[in-house]
């Protein structure tokens, strides 16, 4: 089992900057990639960013390329997204993901999201 716990979501001016976190926990030892993800109220989940473990560079959505940075810190199991000159469509619920890849399929852990509102 896999758990993770986001924090950091919050209310900032468009412009402004925030940087979510996601604790991770439990049997992260054959991860393949961990990544944050958004979905707006009556919509699909959509990924903001993504990075492979030991792989090549993380990649992003087109509308998040260049504002938004994904990082980990690995001795800390801690996953982290800097979100820079934000915007109003910024605003939903974010969430992190941790992806297993088996020979059986894929299986995807959530967190329960934290809230992100950019004002105009």
């Known amino acids: 089992q896999v758990q993770l716990v986001e924090s950091g979501g919050g209310s900032v001016q468009a412009g402004e900057s925030l940087t979510l976190s996601c604790a991770a926990s439990?049997?992260?030892?054959?991860?393949?990639?961990m990544g944050w993800y958004r979905q707006a109220t009556g919509k699909e989940r959509d990924l903001v960013a993504r990075m492979t473990v030991g792989g090549l560079s993380p990649n992003y959505a087109e509308s998040m390329q260049g504002r938004f940075t994904i990082s980990r810190d690995n001795a800390k199991n801690l996953l982290y997204l800097r979100m820079n000159s934000m915007k109003p469509e910024d605003t939903t619920v974010y969430f992190c993901?941790?992806?297993?890849?088996?020979?059986?399929?894929?299986?995807?852990?959530w967190g329960n999201g934290t809230l992100v509102t950019v004002s105009s």
């Open positions: 439990g049997s992260l030892f054959n991860v393949n990639a």
């Open positions: 993901n941790a992806a297993f890849l088996y020979t059986t399929g894929r299986k995807d852990y």
